[in-house]
């Protein structure tokens, strides 16, 4: 059995692939730069250079925009072109070629046939505008990124820890914590001096709430030791009778009664 060359799929398939290759890496370089801003740049100078140097034939009527300017729209057209490379290749210089673009396009109004017909002038406007907007687009994030970003939002949320401290002081539960309100919120709406002597309270009832929990904590130690020893007490009197009940204590002999003889 023979098969058609033809009808091979094999070849159109490599095709494909190859060009969806070529359109991703072209996707990827486009990226990367101010791909439209260049190319409406070097668009602009096409006919600004174009229009001096022909002839347009308009139904039997010639019309020669050759003056003067020739040599102005040469100039004005191919720095377009220049500026529109330099976008696409060195894009670190986007910033002063979009500015430039925008002058040239500018200046052919009056020196190059009015901007080459209104044509180049609006081509060039856009492409400086796009140049000076464009930003590269950000790197990716690395895991050292990521946890200096997440313990940035920690910060910002309790920027001077006193959830940790008022927690281990024992102080979240206290009823005027919500009078009080977070640090940061306090901040925000009270002045300088009130605010340092809103900090000052803070750091008193914080001592205070120290001070408490340690007495908190030597009290219940010293219940317990006072628990233990009346327990230990206890069990030794239980002991004690228990040893007594089981044995009783000797009695003393009967004495012989001397009766008379």
């Known amino acids: 059995m023979f098969l058609d060359p033809m009808s091979d799929p094999r070849p159109a398939r490599r095709t494909t692939t190859a060009v969806a290759a070529l359109w991703r890496k072209f996707r990827t370089w486009r990226s990367e730069r101010p791909f439209w801003a260049g190319a409406f740049t070097m668009t602009a100078g096409l006919p600004i250079i174009y229009f001096p140097y022909t002839d347009l034939d308009l139904q039997g009527i010639v019309l020669a925009l050759s003056t003067t300017s020739g ?6 057209g191919v720095l377009l072109i220049v500026l529109g490379l330099t976008l696409w290749f060195q894009q670190q210089h986007r910033v002063f070629a979009g500015i430039a673009a925008l002058l040239l396009s500018l200046t052919s109004f009056p020196l190059a046939n009015f901007g080459g017909l209104f044509l180049g002038l609006t081509c060039g406007l856009v492409g400086g505008s796009l140049a000076c907007a464009w930003m590269p687009a950000p790197d990716p994030p690395t895991a050292e990124q990521d946890r200096q970003d997440l313990e940035d939002r920690e910060n910002r949320q309790d920027p001077d820890g006193w959830a940790s401290l008022e927690q281990w002081a024992g102080l979240e539960d206290r009823p005027d914590r919500d009078e009080r309100g977070e640090p940061g919120e306090r901040e925000g709406k009270e002045g300088p001096g009130e605010q340092g002597e809103q900090e000052g309270k803070d750091e008193q009832e914080w001592k205070e709430g120290v001070e408490e929990r340690e007495n908190r904590d030597s009290r219940g130690e010293r219940e317990d030791r006072e628990g233990r020893d009346a327990r230990a007490d206890l069990e030794e009197t239980v002991e004690l009778e228990r040893i ?18």
């Open 71 to 76: 040599a102005g729209s040469l100039i004005i």
């Open 244 to 261: 007594s009940a089981a044995d009783p204590p000797p009695t003393a002999p009967a004495q012989p009664h001397d009766g008379p003889h």
